[in-house]
């Protein structure tokens, strides 16, 4: 078998190793026979499946034997195999240009068909879209922001544009959509005016905007504001659990304490200290004023207002800092920061129980194996492998409205697939068993996915 792959990439697909500067020289039809499909629409494995893909698109989807297949179609036996769509990665950071030429390869060599570039200077993030596009870059599909969207701040970086007024909100608004950005980011040192003039103009604009919750607001405005997505359950500063605490006005006021000390030692050029935010006597009574009838309010708000969540477990800025981030922590502070970790687990599974659409997500340094952790994560939190592995796949599809041609592996459906040794519904650690990544109709060659991968 292996030998038969890599006679397909010699054959069919090279020209993703030098570029797509020509239209690749490819055969009318690949069909992978005797395969196991998870489609992830949420139905059972289907098992001695043929998949006939040609050009880009899966044309034909049945079982073994009954699928007519044509006589000069590339035959590729997948017995023992699983075939699952391409996956998303619903939060990464580019950084720079040449920080993505290096990493976005690495990606698909771990299945990564699809990325939300959740901030990055913007001309290096239009360059890495364009040249993934048209094949310059081997890469995932990419939908991008730009820079993220600051208040007021003491200095300037590629990936931030700091809005000091409502005016200057509404313009970087109107600008990012004019440069091609999918979608605007907010942060969290937004003040309460700039926040609002940024909702209302993407509003106007009808471009969605996504991101932190600033702790100038709640998180029930935020999704009354029109928020499509809520990144790491709020962001560094606990903006869903604050929602769905009994004390919430009590523990809001107390963040907004320590981002206006923050802000006040950046603009004096002094450390800014927020450790507060990980020690008991703020992670206690977070905790301990969990409530579960503020929570299912709150998500019950998520789903009528199609507001997603992406939870980022894996960089769940407490989660690090109580296994080993922080060396200034007590017992006390490590004990309550990790029943606040397990409470984000709890709320993520509850969530998706109340109908909260979720995404998986890492924002760490893209090494490929980050986004697989994640699912695992999910799956400890209480998803099924279904769930988990649907958070990768239909789900980012279905937030980025191209159901129609991406997420699940059915006829009609862009060829975006990772083929498995082991099935990922047993052991959701599966998905990283990667035997082949096909990106639209594609087998991508051997040499580039054993390089991402070394």
């Given at each position: 078998m292996?030998?038969?792959f890599?006679?397909?990439?010699?054959?069919?697909?090279?020209?993703?190793?030098?570029?797509?500067?020509r239209?690749?020289?490819?055969?009318?039809?690949?069909?992978?026979?005797h395969?196991?499909v998870?489609?992830?629409?949420?139905?059972?494995?289907?098992?001695?499946?043929?998949?006939?893909i040609?050009?880009?698109?899966?044309?034909?989807?049945?079982?073994?034997?009954?699928?007519?297949?044509?006589?000069?179609?590339q035959?590729?036996d997948?017995?023992?195999?699983?075939?699952i769509?391409g996956?998303?990665?619903?939060?990464?950071?580019?950084?720079?240009?040449?920080n993505?030429?290096?990493?976005?390869?690495?990606?698909?060599?771990?299945?990564?068909?699809?990325?939300?570039?959740?901030?990055?200077?913007?001309?290096?993030?239009?360059r890495?879209?364009?040249?993934?596009?048209?094949?310059k870059?081997?890469?995932?599909?990419?939908?991008?922001?730009?820079?993220?969207?600051?208040?007021p701040?003491?200095?300037?970086?590629?990936?931030?544009?700091?809005v000091?007024?409502?005016?200057?909100?509404t313009?970087?608004?109107?600008?990012?959509?004019?440069?091609?950005?999918?979608?605007?980011?907010?942060?969290?040192?937004?003040?309460?005016?700039l926040?609002?003039?940024?909702?209302?103009?993407?509003?106007?604009q009808?471009?969605?905007?996504?991101?932190?919750?600033p702790?100038?607001?709640?998180?029930?405005?935020?999704?009354?504001?029109?928020?499509?997505?809520?990144?790491?359950?709020?962001g560094?500063?606990?903006?869903?659990?604050l929602?769905?605490?009994?004390r919430?006005?009590?523990?809001t006021?107390?963040i907004?304490?320590i981002?206006?000390?923050?802000?006040?030692a950046?603009?004096?050029?002094?450390?800014?200290?927020?450790?507060?935010?990980?020690?008991?006597?703020?992670?206690?009574?977070l905790f301990?004023?969990?409530?579960?009838?503020?929570?299912?309010?709150?998500?019950?708000?998520f789903?009528?207002?199609?507001?997603?969540?992406?939870?980022?477990?894996?960089a769940?800025?407490?989660?690090?800092?109580?296994?080993?981030?922080?060396?200034?922590?007590?017992?006390?502070?490590i004990?309550?920061?990790?029943?606040?970790?397990?409470?984000?687990?709890?709320?993520?599974?509850?969530?998706?129980?109340?109908?909260?659409?979720i995404?998986?997500?890492?924002?760490?340094?893209?090494?490929?194996?980050?986004?697989?952790?994640?699912?695992?994560?999910?799956?400890?939190?209480?998803l099924?492998?279904?769930?988990?592995?649907?958070?990768?796949?239909?789900?980012?599809?279905?937030f980025?409205?191209?159901?129609?041609?991406?997420g699940?592996?059915e006829?009609?459906?862009?060829?975006?697939?990772?083929?498995?040794?082991?099935?990922?519904?047993?052991?959701?650690?599966?998905t990283?068993?990667?035997h082949?990544?096909?990106f639209?109709?594609?087998?991508?060659?051997?040499?580039?996915?054993?390089?991402?991968?070394?």
């Amino acid at each position: 078998m292996k030998a038969l792959f890599a006679l397909l990439y010699l054959l069919l697909f090279t020209a993703f190793v030098s570029g797509q500067s020509r239209t690749p020289a490819r055969p009318k039809q690949l069909a992978l026979i005797h395969v196991t499909v998870i489609d992830a629409t949420g139905a059972p494995a289907k098992q001695d499946r043929t998949v006939v893909i040609t050009g880009d698109r899966i044309t034909a989807l049945g079982k073994t034997g009954n699928v007519r297949i044509s006589k000069t179609a590339q035959i590729l036996d997948a017995t023992g195999k699983f075939i699952i769509p391409g996956l998303w990665d619903m939060h990464i950071h580019s950084v720079s240009y040449e920080n993505g030429r290096r990493f976005l390869p690495l990606l698909m060599a771990h299945g990564i068909t699809g990325v939300r570039d959740m901030g990055s200077p913007l001309e290096d993030i239009l360059r890495l879209r364009q040249e993934t596009n048209e094949g310059k870059i081997l890469g995932p599909r990419m939908v991008i922001a730009g820079p993220l969207l600051q208040g007021p701040l003491p200095f300037q970086t590629p990936f931030i544009m700091s809005v000091h007024n409502e005016a200057e909100a509404t313009q970087a608004v109107i600008y990012l959509k004019g440069r091609g950005v999918d979608f605007i980011k907010v942060h969290d040192a937004l003040p309460r005016e700039l926040y609002f003039a940024i909702a209302s103009e993407a509003r106007r604009q009808g471009i969605p905007f996504v991101g932190h919750v600033p702790p100038s607001i709640s998180a029930t405005e935020a999704i009354n504001a029109g928020q499509h997505s809520i990144e790491h359950l709020g962001g560094r500063f606990y903006g869903v659990l604050l929602a769905c605490s009994s004390r919430e006005a009590e523990l809001t006021e107390r963040i907004r304490s320590i981002v206006k000390n923050v802000l006040k030692a950046l603009n004096e050029k002094k450390e800014p200290d927020d450790s507060e935010i990980f020690r008991a006597g703020f992670t206690k009574p977070l905790f301990d004023s969990f409530s579960s009838q503020k929570a299912a309010v709150l998500f019950a708000a998520f789903k009528k207002n199609d507001t997603w969540q992406v939870p980022t477990l894996v960089a769940q800025p407490i989660r690090e800092a109580v296994n080993g981030g922080r060396k200034d922590l007590n017992e006390d502070d490590i004990r309550y920061g990790k029943l606040l970790v397990r409470k984000q687990f709890d709320m993520v599974a509850a969530m998706k129980r109340a109908g909260v659409k979720i995404m998986a997500g890492t924002d760490l340094p893209p090494d490929g194996l980050t986004l697989h952790e994640e699912l695992s994560l999910l799956v400890e939190a209480g998803l099924t492998p279904m769930e988990a592995l649907q958070t990768a796949t239909r789900n980012p599809a279905e937030f980025l409205g191209r159901l129609d041609s991406l997420g699940t592996v059915e006829r009609g459906k862009i060829a975006d697939l990772v083929l498995l040794d082991a099935n990922p519904l047993q052991d959701i650690r599966n998905t990283r068993r990667i035997h082949a990544v096909i990106f639209g109709g594609n087998v991508i060659p051997q040499s580039p996915l054993q390089k991402g991968k070394d």
